[in-house]
């Protein structure tokens, strides 16, 4: 069963343009991961901020988390064509146990 | 959405023995399939890439004889992992990409324990 729960489920937007994919969830967390995936390929994991944090950064990533909103959303400053990909959210239960949401589709146009 | 089922949630085993973890898609054929595995407190690993009817594609560093993957239809893909030691233990979970789409989903995981 899916916990995370990302919206938009598909997003298409123009190279440069930011790009920002929601993610809620249910239950309490250790922490929260944001992953990509290329077409037909595997997941590539990006970046995870813990339950104690805010936000955090890295490179064009951003990610924030609001745990009394049990949210997280990820933001892609000055998108590429080749930022084109399927992003999820997990969330890492506090039994360990790690729960994936449905995908946000991203759609980069050069 | 679609479902993906894992069995078994959880197991125990002792050292030596060999386990066996069923992913299911229950409501949709799923030509891939793939297997990760997850350390406490780090990131989803991808072991393989699960092909119905071809051999799986190993990620570096996994092992083929320790990991064995079948995917033997459309619905079922099984991941054995032989001769269990106690740095087996992990947590593994399953996807399983809708055809023809981009779109994938998780099983629930299976929480492996080697005593």
Redesign the interface.
């Known amino acids: 069963?899916?916990q995370g729960e990302e919206d938009p489920q598909a997003l298409s937007i123009q190279e440069g343009e930011n790009a920002t994919m929601n993610c809620s969830y249910k239950t309490s967390i250790?922490?929260l991961?944001w992953?990509r995936?290329n077409?037909?390929?595997?997941?590539v994991?990006l970046i995870?901020i813990r339950s104690n944090e805010r936000e955090k950064h890295s490179g064009r990533l951003r990610v924030t988390l609001d745990t009394s909103k049990k949210s997280s959303s990820l933001l892609i400053t000055a998108s590429r064509a080749a930022d084109t990909a399927?992003y999820f959210c997990?969330t890492?239960a506090k039994n360990?146990?790690?729960?994936?949401g449905?995908?946000t589709?991203l759609t980069v146009k050069p | 959405?679609a479902?993906v089922s894992q069995h078994p949630s959880r197991v125990i085993c002792k050292s030596g023995t060999s386990v066996k973890i069923e992913c299911r898609s229950l409501d949709f054929q799923a030509t891939?399939m793939?297997w990760?595995r997850?350390f406490?407190?780090q990131?989803?690993?991808?072991m393989a890439?699960s092909n119905e009817g071809s051999k799986a594609t190993y990620?570096q560093g996994v092992e083929k004889d320790k990991f064995l993957i079948n995917h033997a239809s459309l619905t079922l893909s099984t991941l054995t992992v032989t001769s269990a030691h106690p740095e087996d233990s992990s947590?593994y979970?399953c996807?399983a990409?809708l055809p023809n789409t981009?779109?994938?989903?998780?099983g629930?995981?299976t929480?492996l324990t080697v005593l």
């Open positions: 069963s899916q250790n922490n991961q992953y995936q077409s037909g390929r595997g997941l994991h995870l399927s997990a890492d360990n146990d790690m729960r994936f449905a995908g589709r | 959405g479902v891939t793939f990760y997850q406490p407190k990131s989803l690993m991808l890439t990620e947590f979970i996807s990409r981009d779109t994938q989903y998780f629930p995981g929480r």
